[in-house]
């Protein structure tokens, strides 16, 4: 790749983070400067700036760093998350990050140390959604916290927090969080009338539908 299209595609993915990290606020998964994403190209990690509303930013502010956390890129600070994106990228094969704030996600770290099989697409998941323990944002515990919550997982939820979800995109990485979202209202919605306990699925349930999901979609 040329210096050229190297630059091309930092500034390519530096758009579509943009408009991913607006969607999170215009769909409601993060109010103000909560939240963060990011994404990786090669060994730079594109990440939002900290306490920066998203409507502001521009291709002008491009902020990067490399997988040690050193700032290659830009004048913003780096989101105060960024132990928390690093860490998924050192240990996954991820190539995007989505941390939101999202109320029901949220409202559902509180109640359970994980999401109850509401719902089959759990499975896209990678299984039940775990709840990583409570700790200081910003920092290496709660990195670690989330790491043992993701393991054979691609997202979770963080206690009292909020959710992170990665995947091969940007987009995989939104569409998780929403989903994760959806399934967390969907719970507390069914839960909340009195006197019904609602039915859940079991793991081997689970199983059959993510054998299922392997073939979904178009093919060819």
Same mark, same amino acid.
Request: proline share 4%; charged share 15%.
């Given at each position: 790749?040329?210096?050229?299209?190297?630059?091309?595609?930092?500034?390519?993915?530096?758009?579509?983070?943009?408009?991913?990290?607006?969607?999170?606020?215009?769909?409601?998964?993060?109010?103000?400067?909560?939240?963060?994403?990011?994404?990786?190209?090669?060994?730079?990690?594109?990440?939002?700036?900290?306490?920066?509303?998203?409507?502001?930013?521009?291709?002008?502010?491009?902020?990067?760093?490399?997988?040690?956390?050193?700032?290659?890129?830009?004048?913003?600070?780096?989101?105060?998350?960024?132990?928390?994106?690093?860490?998924? /990228?050192?240990?996954?094969?991820?190539?995007?990050?989505?941390?939101?704030?999202?109320?029901?996600?949220?409202?559902?770290?509180?109640?359970?140390?994980?999401?109850?099989?509401?719902?089959? +697409?759990?499975?896209?998941?990678?299984?039940?959604?775990?709840?990583?323990?409570?700790?200081? /944002?910003?920092?290496?515990?709660?990195?670690?916290? +989330?790491?043992?919550?993701?393991?054979?997982?691609?997202?979770?939820?963080?206690?009292?927090?909020?959710?992170?979800? /990665?995947?091969?995109?940007?987009?995989?990485?939104?569409?998780?969080?929403?989903?994760?979202?959806?399934?967390?209202?969907?719970?507390?919605?069914?839960?909340?009338?009195?006197?019904?306990?609602?039915?859940?699925?079991?793991?081997?349930?689970?199983?059959?539908?993510?054998?299922?999901?392997?073939?979904?979609?178009?093919?060819?």
């Amino acid at each position: 790749m040329t210096d050229q299209q190297s630059r091309d595609a930092i500034a390519e993915a530096w758009c579509e983070l943009i408009t991913t990290a607006r969607r999170t606020a215009g769909e409601g998964l993060v109010v103000g400067t909560s939240g963060n994403v990011s994404v990786r190209i090669g060994e730079l990690i594109l990440v939002t700036p900290s306490g920066v509303p998203y409507d502001q930013l521009t291709s002008d502010d491009t902020v990067g760093v490399d997988l040690d956390g050193q700032q290659v890129l830009g004048d913003f600070t780096a989101t105060s998350e960024l132990p928390l994106h690093l860490a998924v /990228y050192r240990n996954t094969s991820a190539t995007a990050v989505v941390h939101t704030h999202a109320v029901h996600a949220t409202a559902v770290s509180t109640l359970v140390p994980e999401l109850p099989l509401i719902h089959y +697409m759990a499975a896209a998941h990678g299984g039940p959604v775990r709840v990583a323990p409570y700790a200081l /944002y910003g920092s290496d515990e709660l990195a670690a916290h +989330m790491l043992h919550a993701l393991r054979d997982r691609n997202a979770c939820l963080l206690q009292n927090h909020g959710t992170v979800a /990665y995947g091969d995109s940007l987009a995989q990485a939104y569409d998780r969080t929403a989903q994760l979202e959806w399934m967390c209202r969907l719970w507390l919605t069914a839960s909340s009338l009195p006197g019904r306990t609602p039915t859940l699925l079991t793991e081997a349930e689970l199983d059959e539908v993510g054998q299922k999901l392997k073939g979904y979609g178009q093919r060819g």
